[in-house]
């Protein structure tokens, strides 16, 4: 293990500094457009590259150097921003697309728009920016902003102005679920199964409390049309239609059926079905059965539920080399958790370490070098304390100035350096 880590330290050194020699260890040079590209963007001809299926490694390297050599093409900008949104790094992400989305690139837009709803639309600013966003670029995809527009503009209502009464009838002409499924083309039912999904629940405790009756409502309907579109085998209708029955969302909680149905789905492989059971499961025979032989996602999942499970020292080192070769896969949860590890490893004055110290050093480097900013912070916090490296204050305000901009404690950090 560790010396596979090494490895990997000097294969990514290698692309930062000598591209010919990096080349042939990755294999194939592709263009970034090859290595990024989303399945659905009208704009690229190429297959495209599923998010969990992004080599990291070598796509941020191959990007980022043909961005610099034209730092203004829009579609290089938004295929950055997917490498960093593949890291979760949503600083870079914003920028990127911000750019890239001011350019005209649709997808862009797109992606812009879905960020918002995400990470931004509770916030006034946000709020405001998005519903912003939404009328500009509303001539790039009229079927997709339709739909988005009439749900920002309930999310404004009760977040911005917060008017009960506009939220009501914004709330009405939002969830008519059959017209809202017709508008959005093929590849944007994310709407409706993503977004309405995951901000519709918060609304039962939202400022509109008179609303909850008629919430509920809606819900109940969303999974009256999950349960008739789940009889035609489609796997993400099947998963909803049990999702919302496992939770008892729209009605009564029928856990014992809709189980039986996600564990199907999970043994088939539906990822968000063995999330769900990974989750709620202490069975740990049926996990190891469930994820044995997965990577990717589903293996970042199984290495955090024996995380979470380890009792003695053998699970919880078997546990950290699972987690390790998901951080090598770029799991965004496994990599803040071996940065963690990682500076246990290096700040414990005594023997503590599950590798040697360099090893971690090594690691947290390499993070930083893909802007991950826990990484960049963590090695701040090295070197103002002088903690395994040597004291060297100028390094430290460059690696807190790195982090800073997505990263508060690294802001505070500056103002206590000397």
Sequence with gaps: MMSRIVFCFFVVMGVMFFPKFATAFWGEDKACIELVAHPDDPATSIEG???E???VAQAMYKCLDELQEDPSNPQLQYLVARVHWRLENLYEVKKYLTMSAAAGYEYARIA??????EQEVSSI???LQLQ???EEYYSTNPKFFSAVRRYADFLSSLYVSQNCDVAALKMREIF????VKKEIDKGFDYITDEILMSHIPDHE?????AEQAYIKKVLADIRSWYDKQQLSNNLNERFMSAYLRYEGVGGREEFSAAQTILLELAKDGYVQAMAVIARDSTDGELIANLFHGYSGEAGCLYSLWLINAAQTGNEQREAIAYVEDSAEEFCPDAMRLMISLSMNNLIKRKPYGFEAKRVSLERLERYASFEIAGAQYSLGLLYQHGDYVDKDIARARYWYSKAAPRYDKASSRLTTLP
Excluded: A, Q, W
Aim: with cysteine; hydrophobic share 35%; net charge negative.
């Design 49 to 51: 590259v599923e998010f």
């Design 53 to 55: 299926d992004i080599n």
């Design 125 to 127: 600013e946000g709020n």
């Design 205 to 209: 405790t939202s400022i509109c409390h």
């Design 132 to 134: 912003r966003y939404i």
């Design 112 to 117: 812009l728009i879905i960020y918002y709803f």
């Design 176 to 179: 008519d679920l059959e017209k």
